[in-house]
């Protein structure tokens, strides 16, 4: 018995034969999409005058100041929105830019 196996012999013997791959079938492959150009708009070029319709506002009254119980002054905010959650939080953050102290007095719609 030989016990000496060259390399070759090794690999058939632990992976099996040589695989050869499996022939490819030739099937004919449609395209999806069509061939498309691009080309300019044309709602670019036109542009119609729309009549600005009606936006919803609502006015922030604020009463800001830097002082602790100093004095204050009475401030509005107009937001364009219809949540006065986030009109009330809009109008606050910009007078935090200036001003220290911020409270709110009322949020009407206009």
């Given at each position: 018995?030989?016990?000496?196996?060259?390399?070759?012999?090794?690999?058939?013997?632990l992976?099996?034969g040589?695989?050869?791959?499996?022939?490819?079938?030739d099937?004919?492959?449609?395209?999806?999409?069509?061939?498309?150009?691009?080309?300019?708009?044309?709602?670019?070029a036109?542009?119609?005058?729309?009549?600005?319709?009606?936006?919803?506002?609502?006015?922030v009254?604020?009463?800001?100041?830097?002082?602790?119980?100093?004095?204050?002054?009475?401030?509005?905010?107009?937001?364009?929105?219809?949540?006065?959650?986030?009109?009330?939080?809009?109008?606050?953050?910009?007078?935090?830019?200036?001003?220290?102290?911020?409270?709110?007095?009322?949020?009407?719609?206009?």
């Open positions: 018995m030989n016990t000496e196996l060259t390399e070759e012999e090794m690999r058939q013997a992976f099996g040589p695989e050869y791959p499996a022939p490819k079938i099937s004919p492959v449609q395209d999806t999409a069509p061939d498309v150009e691009m080309g300019q708009p044309v709602n670019a036109k542009k119609k005058k729309v009549s600005k319709a009606f936006t919803p506002r609502l006015r009254t604020l009463r800001v100041g830097n002082e602790f119980e100093g004095k204050m002054h009475e401030m509005v905010h107009e937001a364009d929105t219809l949540s006065s959650l986030v009109a009330e939080q809009e109008a606050t953050k910009t007078a935090r830019k200036k001003f220290r102290f911020v409270e709110v007095v009322s949020v009407k719609s206009m």
